[in-house]
């Protein structure tokens, strides 16, 4: 690897995502220091406190100022950032180590939906009409003002959580009532703490037309494209929880060429350089609109439906490029693949699975992975922020993958129960 410094991963403590990064790294054989917000609560799963940075995740620029020392200890020669809360931090750290690096302008503009639309604007790219507005004004005025049907989202949420759609004033004050409810619900998570994040909502047109995702690697500016995903699921609302993901995408070239444009451009536009990059896109009418561009790789699990050359999995490719391994050439493997997001179905405590030997024998099907213990509260979208686990399938087309994993998740039933009320 380059030099004999740590990879340095920012992951939260909530997150199940630091597994197949870590497992990366090693397979790479790389070092890795583990940035932790709560060290106390992380360190039986990630193993003694000497691969451990505790930081606060709510002060980015303390926290890159820590990571700054830790660096003139024992050398960090790359950072992965885990998700969009901890790009920030990440920006700022590389800046003060000297790391190749996206900006913290940039990375900020990536978290924050309302910065995001306005650069995107300025740079003439396709986004939909949108507008801010204050939160303490209430529902009526804004009502009144918008184009319908609309989308109304928090300014710093992610994975739908908040995303609520609007096709009258009546639905729209029921929405805004809905989305500020779940913003005060969220006041104390970290990714809702900056710029006011949860004192404005943002408002913007439906975009009608199918959505895809696009998963990429940006390397000196330059965005490769890793793999393009359908959703062939329509995502019409009135809230926008996402199921299934298959590749290669079934879009005509012209259409797959035309995302690839735009995302490129979009990516140029927030002033993003290096490491990965998520985001979505919906076929509207006159070409594709941007939903979202990040500076991260796909949430969840869902990086386990994707595999390169050699087998290599996207941590490995994320981790290979954060530390300066060579990549000379980066190429998906031939066969489709996808991923379907378990949704849950109602709000309870779950009890149990069952169905899962069935939905494993399912031909083309890789895996079944559930994310949520027994016993814990599930809330579904748009106050919930997680699904009750993942569906993997790999197959010779994208039909047959998408078959698939709607076949798994028809074997599989879900004992969800009302959680009692307390007795005092």
Known sequence: MAGTGR?????????????????????????????????????????????????????????????????????????????????????????????????????????????QREALLAAGLPVPWFRAFPVADGPQGPAAAVRYPCVLKPLGLSGSRGVIRADDPASFGEAWRRVVAIVAAARNDRKAREHGEGSRILVEAFVPGAEVALEGLLRGGRLELLALFDKPDPLDGPFFEETIYVTPSRHPPDVQAAVQATITAAAEALGLREGPVHAEARLGPDGPVILEVAARTIGGLCARALRFGAGASLEEIVVAHAVGLP???????????????????????????????????????????????????????????????FLFARGESPEQVEAALREAHRRLSFDIRTQLPTVR
């Open 7 to 115: 990879l340095l991963l920012l992951v939260p403590t909530q997150s199940y995502r630091a597994d197949d990064f870590l497992a990366a790294a090693r397979r790479l054989g790389v070092p890795v220091l583990v940035g932790t917000d709560r060290c106390h609560r992380i360190e039986e799963a990630f193993g003694p406190s000497d691969g451990l940075l505790s930081i606060d995740y709510r002060k980015p620029e303390e926290a890159a100022d820590e990571i700054a020392r830790e660096g003139a200890r024992l050398p960090i020669v790359g950072i992965v950032p885990a998700d969009d809360g901890t790009a920030v931090i990440a920006a700022l750290a590389a800046e003060r180590l000297g790391l190749p690096r996206n900006s913290p302008a940039a990375a900020r503009r990536t978290v924050n939906k309302l910065a």
């Open 327 to 389: 990549l000379s050439s980066i190429r998906r493997e031939a066969r489709a693949s996808g991923v379907m997001m378990l949704p849950i179905p109602r709000r309870g405590v779950l009890h149990g699975v069952a169905g899962l030997d069935a939905a494993r024998v399912v031909p083309g099907v890789d895996d079944v992975v559930i994310t949520v213990p027994e016993g814990r509260e599930v809330v579904p979208l748009p106050e919930g922020d997680a699904y009750l686990g």
